[in-house]
């Protein structure tokens, strides 16, 4: 077998059922799950009609490229949404659509790393899990930035020493963070696109959390913009990663895309035509629909608004939470208003009030002396608006008593 399986970490997930299950959650109260960010707001109706009609896709292979619509749709909501020059996004070399972002955030690395070099993958440190194992097969080893309240939890690149990024192969960003959603800022973006051109690593963007922000005057920055008004228009070293998961609320559809830098996609569609991963036709079809659609998002991102602005009403005063820059997120500290470890307070809210919640050390490793999950808790605002006001009332209730 793979040496490099003993390296992966159990998903938080699983961390999480063996924690709830030494204890039972009160009978009397229905389970409200914050812990898994699954979007439960209602899959737009004319994208799942679009995918019955085209059921007929089943019929056929679908080629791993994906169909040329489906890429073009892509890159005009590209190009729309990160104000990009017109024609600097090409749907036949900067654009290929991928089974999800999950998949593709894994594939990425396996097939972008030379493994004989010592390469470093570098991330953010809570991160999503993914990256870390997808730097362990891909042969490397990952190298975690500390994103804490003393940064406003966005990664500090300043701490990294020039010898770290001459290792670095690869820089995983999440922007907006999960579990933090801090947002990273252009300027930020510009700095590390002229550290990826100095040190010669690829900048992996995940960007999948991009939609789900709160002004919609000031939507979060995206890394190919930023490079875009750095006049590098060829994208180089760069490659975002998008979903319709969160966006349109279709987790189930597996439907992103991957863009950027045409040269690293070519090498990318050549791995992933051997890996065997295309997006049905069917799914293609319906992703079409929903690209091609901005008010069903506007109206997510008000059901988003309404129930951050309601929860925290509830919780402030006994938890130290605040709004996040961006994604569904809450990211609690609880250090300062509760004597709680993250574990301890995720296990007794589950057993006194029947809620799950993510400690923040599943989903973090230690790193220069401290692990930057310890005592932090994982509130995805997924269900519906009641279950959140209900839960949030419930947090409430268990940190007065
Ligand atoms: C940060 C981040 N990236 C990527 C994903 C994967 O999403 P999907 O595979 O549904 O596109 C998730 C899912 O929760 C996530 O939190």
């Known amino acids: 077998m793979n040496p490099e399986l003993d390296k992966l970490h159990p998903y938080p997930f699983e961390k999480l059922s063996a924690l709830k299950s030494a204890v039972t959650p009160n009978p009397e109260l229905e389970h409200i799950a914050l812990s898994i960010g699954e979007p439960k707001h209602k899959a737009p109706a004319f994208v799942m009609q679009e995918l019955q009609q085209q059921l007929s896709g089943v ?155 709160f002004d919609e005057s000031n939507p979060p920055v995206g890394l190919l913009e930023a490079a875009a008004e750095m006049g590098k228009t060829d994208y180089s070293r760069c490659v975002v990663f998008h979903s319709l998961s969160k966006r349109s609320n279709l987790p189930g559809l597996r439907s992103g895309f991957v863009a950027g830098d045409k040269d690293i996609l070519a090498k990318f569609l050549k791995y992933r035509t051997y890996h065997g991963c295309a997006m049905p036709l069917h799914h293609q079809k319906a992703s079409i629909k929903a690209w091609q659609d901005e008010k069903h998002v506007e109206e997510n991102r008000a059901l988003y608004q309404k129930k951050f602005t309601d929860v925290l009403e509830i919780l402030e005063p006994v938890l130290d939470v605040k709004k996040p820059g961006a994604s569904f997120y809450l990211w609690a500290d609880l250090s300062l208003k509760t004597n709680f470890t993250d574990e301890d307070f995720a296990q007794k ?53």
């Not at 001459?166 to 550290?195: E, F, H, M, R």
């Not at 923040?360 to 009641?386: C, F, K, T």
């Open 349 to 401: 809210l589950f057993a006194e009030q029947n809620i799950s919640v993510l400690p923040g050390s599943y989903l973090s490793r230690e790193a220069n002396g401290i692990n930057p999950g310890n005592q932090h808790v994982r509130m995805a605002l997924v269900a519906s608006y009641d279950e959140c006001i209900e839960a949030a009332q419930r947090i409430r209730r268990f940190l007065e008593s």
């Open 59 to 213: 019929s056929a292979y679908p080629l791993t490229k994906g169909i040329s619509e489906l890429r073009q749709a892509i890159t005009d909501w590209l190009t729309q949404r990160f104000n990009l020059p017109a024609d600097s996004l090409n749907p036949e070399q900067h654009v290929i659509p991928v089974n999800g972002t999950r998949e593709a955030l894994f594939a990425f690395a396996q097939a972008v790393v030379d493994r004989d070099k010592n390469p470093l993958i570098v991330m953010p440190n809570p991160f999503y899990q993914i990256y870390e194992g997808a730097a362990y097969l891909s042969g490397a080893e990952p190298y975690y930035i500390n994103t804490t309240s003393d940064n406003n939890y966005l990664p500090d690149f300043d701490s990294i020493s020039d010898e770290a990024w001459a290792g670095c192969q690869l820089l995983y960003i999440c922007s907006p963070g999960n579990p933090t959603g801090a947002v990273i800022d252009k300027a930020t973006l510009q700095k590390l696109i002229n550290l990826a051109e100095q040190h010669d690593f690829i900048i992996a963007s995940d960007e999948c959390y991009s939609e789900i922000y």
